[in-house]
């Protein structure tokens, strides 16, 4: 039978599934249903030092359904962060902290760019008991109008010192949560564990316009007729979640995504390349993936990119806290499937798969593809497409259909 527990940064989780900082994480009576109901840690709301600054509007959600107008997809959001008072978030957490000793109870923080107000947070916070910290370096609207979120995340030099500010602190592990709206994630990454990060979680919601209203010709979610850029999750964005997990994975453990610590395990695929123990950059430090995850098989996905934990952030609003049990039977049995007993025994083992165009190039090349293709009718040159016959002809060119 599959063990599902992990060690990360020294805090041990019944299973990798942890509630991502957010609504589902509002307040201690919901955080006692998430540990009630099996979550493996939880992230609560950010929260900042003077919550009367933080003022939301209401609607502020949209969603996309899928074509059967049921299934959401895609959500957007221009919440802020939490609106509720600093010291009675720090009553909850001591409250949390007796009730569920043994839970792993995370704090997201997030504050001006103040040396003193990051200290205040981070000591009074861990003096009410939190276990870890996420610095939330990644919320897209709103507030990096005070020069916080996502406006800090996207200025490395800026991430760099107020992680150095934190981390000398701190006396439990500390996670930066990246932002999606960066082209390279990778640097802000560097950046946070160069200062002493423990591990760093991605990613955030990703800067979107849900849709414009037709009849009324404004943009949506509309507040007194006008709206804000807010941030996408949901399914719709998993994709793009994968790849930005990759590259900070890949920067992170290096492009075999072997850990020392990990016990060694060979690739999925043995004719793929051999996963040599190789020294990479931080090995010793953890990587928390968020976005878009509903099952245990989309948890599994990010598991083998390199990933410690998941989090579940929209997918818990739509579907309950109870979804937990579903995807650790679901992780379980996929681990099962492969005969694998531990998370390290897969962690990043999908790492090694990725590599150049031009090398994609050669391996079909030299696989006599593009032969096969045309002896079965495919189409193999952009000359043979034709417009009437469009749909059928890409649809030979996709995988896993
Ligand atoms: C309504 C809503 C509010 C959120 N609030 C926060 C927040 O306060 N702090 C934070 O770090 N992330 C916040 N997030 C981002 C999520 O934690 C997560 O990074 C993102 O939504 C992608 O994961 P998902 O697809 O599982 O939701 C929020 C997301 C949503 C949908």
């Not at 569920?100 to 947070?121: C, D, F, H, Q, T």
């Not at 200025?155 to 150095?164: P, S």
């Not at 995807?327 to 005969?339: I, P, S, T, V, Y």
């Not at 390290?344 to 391996?363: M, N, S, W």
């Amino acid at each position: 039978m599959a063990d599902l527990s992990i060690t990360v940064n020294g805090l041990s989780l019944p299973n990798p599934f942890i509630i991502g900082s957010g609504p589902p994480g509002t307040n201690a009576n919901v955080i006692g249903k998430a540990f009630d109901e099996g979550w493996g840690a939880v992230i609560a709301k950010t929260i900042s030092l003077d919550a009367s600054k933080v003022v939301n509007v209401a609607p502020r959600y949209a969603r996309m359904r899928a074509a059967d107008g049921q299934e959401v997809i895609g959500w957007e959001n221009i919440e802020l962060i939490s609106d509720r008072p600093f010291d009675t978030w720090l009553k909850e957490f001591r409250l949390l902290k007796q009730k569920y000793p043994g839970r792993i109870l995370i704090a997201s923080i997030m504050e001006e760019y103040s040396k003193a107000a990051w200290v205040e947070i981070v000591e009074r916070c861990q003096e009410a008991g939190v276990d870890a910290f996420e610095l939330n370096f990644s919320c897209p609207h709103g507030l990096p109008e005070r020069r916080m979120g996502a406006a800090m995340g996207q200025d490395c030099a800026v991430l760099e010192e107020v992680c150095g500010w934190v981390n000398s602190v701190a006396a439990v592990p500390v996670w930066a949560k990246m932002t999606p709206n960066i082209t390279h994630i990778e640097e802000p990454a560097r950046a946070a564990l160069g200062a002493g990060c423990e591990g760093v979680s991605a990613i955030n919601t990703i800067l979107s316009v849900m849709s414009v209203n037709l009849d009324t010709l404004r943009p949506e979610p509309t507040v007194e007729g006008y709206t804000v850029p807010g941030g996408y999750s949901c399914k719709a964005v998993r994709p793009i979640a994968l790849r930005m997990v990759m590259q900070t994975a890949t920067m992170m453990y290096g492009a075999t995504g072997l850990r020392p610590a990990g016990p060694g395990a060979g690739p999925a695929d043995p004719s793929g390349p051999t996963r040599e123990l190789a020294l990479p950059p931080y090995p010793d430090r953890s990587l928390s993936a968020i976005g878009g995850v509903e099952t245990g098989e989309h948890a599994a996905e990010f598991l083998l990119l390199g990933a410690d934990t998941v989090q579940v952030c929209t997918g818990v609003m739509i579907h309950g806290y109870r979804m937990v049990k579903d995807m650790c039977a679901q992780l379980a049995a996929f681990m099962d499937r492969k005969g694998f007993r531990t998370i390290p025994e897969f962690r990043g083992a999908a790492l090694p798969f990725f590599t150049t165009h031009a090398d994609l190039v050669r391996r079909q090349a030299e696989a006599k593809a593009a032969e096969k293709a045309a002896a079965q009718g495919m189409v193999t040159r952009d000359a043979a497409w034709s417009g009437d016959k469009f749909v059928e002809q890409s649809s030979n060119l996709v995988a896993n259909q």
